[in-house]
């Protein structure tokens, strides 16, 4: 592709493209401030090339009025309600007027190049489209995003996220998908793909995007000296956790059914529906030996040799990351999924009777049926889906191999449990997906 000029700090005006700075806010008054105040006269852009929008999901916060009385150049859109991430984002993509648009989490604030570091990574070739942010804790002692993977099942992950910042990472690279929280796209793009699939209404409707645009010829790359600082889950960590693993569990379904290529999906999607039952059985920490008339084999012992993966050192590092990510309750689960497991005979006793009480009282976390919620919607969403896909699919530019490097961590289990993550490998060597990757050029 022919290159276009790049724009320099301090550059005139007149070169740099016009941007839409979307902000979607729902019952986020206590970010709006800093957020808004960090994209004001401190930017490195010109005021005159960008539009700020603050689109609000249906709050009851006051935030509308906090925004008219203290930023009133912003432009404010108001739903009626939460339309979620997806297509409140849409809303906003839609009524605003720049070449690009940045969407930008209410729960952020922004360096000064923040925009101009952005607009300098789009502005490379042209089928980069597209470029997202490094991301930050809000203090800039940890990363939040410095590029994204996914498995083969469609599942996204924050490479590193949690892990100290140590600086680097000052270099554009490309990525499968740039992060929602901080990203810039071109607008026509976008709305040419559809924006954010409204089908998603939160969680991994990024990771789809991206894919969608390798799929279809674009190019996504991670601006490495555009930086964000993000409060993490500050506006979505009192959702709870069944819902969220519903959006999980079910985008991460809908993505695959769109982007990939009919041979790789006839592979893909069985071991995916097999997994997600399995994750459900094991999440439900029921006993399955009031079910089994066969006399079963007894459990191998947890092996916590120095060659085995699973060490101390592994289990503590998944608890703080359980902790710090999802909360207690979910850590708790997990606790007692791997009790369940027998991984520790010490605690044998103590699990039989967790079992039984299960049992006995339909004692069952929520969250363990949200897969089985996600195929009920999968089902309900079909035929829009395959209408999507059909006209991804016939627009196509990039086989499935040409993308698969972008993946990153294609066979990261995304449940914690070694029992999990012996069935998925198992399903990956018998329906062949291990040779799928072996044979990416």
């Not at 006993?287 to 085995?308: C, F, K, N």
């Not at 708790?332 to 999924?337: D, F, G, Y």
């Amino acid at each position: 592709m022919r290159g276009k000029s790049i724009p320099e700090a301090g550059s005139s005006s007149q070169v740099l493209p016009t941007v839409s700075v979307v902000v979607l806010n729902h019952n986020g008054r206590q970010f709006l401030g800093e957020c808004f105040r960090s994209l004001g006269q401190g930017l490195n852009y010109p005021q005159e090339k960008m539009e700020l929008i603050m689109v609000d999901n249906g709050s009851s916060d006051g935030s509308t009025e906090y925004m008219k009385a203290n930023f009133p150049q912003v432009k404010v859109i108001s739903n009626p309600r939460n339309l979620g991430f997806a297509r409140g984002n849409n809303v906003g993509a839609e009524q605003a007027g720049g070449e690009y648009v940045a969407f930008l989490n209410n729960d952020t604030r922004v360096h000064p190049d923040w925009l101009i570091e952005l607009v300098r990574s789009v502005s490379k070739n042209e089928d980069v489209i597209c470029a997202g942010s490094k991301i930050l804790s809000w203090d800039g002692k940890r990363i939040d995003f410095i590029g994204g993977a996914m498995n083969f099942h469609g599942m996204g992950f924050q490479i590193d996220y949690g892990e100290e910042y140590k600086g680097g990472h000052e270099e554009d690279k490309e990525i499968l998908f740039a992060c929602g929280a901080s990203m810039l796209i071109r607008r026509d793009i976008f709305l040419d793909c559809g924006g954010f699939d409204e089908h998603f209404f939160a969680y991994y409707e990024d990771v789809d995007l991206g894919w969608q645009l390798w799929v279809l010829g674009y190019r996504v790359l991670f601006a490495a000296k555009s930086i964000a600082y993000h409060r993490h889950h500050g506006t979505t960590q009192h959702a709870p956790e069944a819902r969220r693993r519903l959006l999980r569990e079910r985008n991460a379904l809908y993505s695959i059914i769109k982007n990939y290529e009919a041979e790789t999906l006839d592979q893909v999607l069985p071991v995916a529906l097999l997994l997600l039952l399995k994750r459900l059985y094991l999440e439900s920490g029921v006993d399955p030996s009031p079910y089994r008339l066969e006399p079963q084999p007894v459990a191998p012992s947890l092996d916590l040799t120095p060659s085995s993966p699973y060490t101390p050192g592994y289990y503590w590092r998944e608890i703080w990351r359980t902790m710090r990510e999802d909360g207690l309750g979910p850590l708790c689960r997990k606790i007692r999924a791997e009790m369940q497991r027998g991984s520790y005979s010490l605690l044998a006793p103590i699990r039989r009777a967790i079992a039984q009480r299960l049992v006995r009282d339909e004692i069952i976390p929520q969250s363990a049926f949200s897969p089985v919620i996600a195929v009920s919607d999968l089902i309900q969403h079909y035929p829009t889906l395959l209408e999507e896909r059909e006209r991804i699919q016939a627009l196509r530019q990039r086989s499935d191999r040409e993308i698969f490097r972008l993946f990153g961590l294609p066979f990261q289990a995304s449940y914690f449990n070694r029992q999990y993550e012996d069935a998925q490998r198992r399903l990956v060597q018998a329906f062949g997906l291990d040779q799928l990757w072996e044979r990416d050029p």
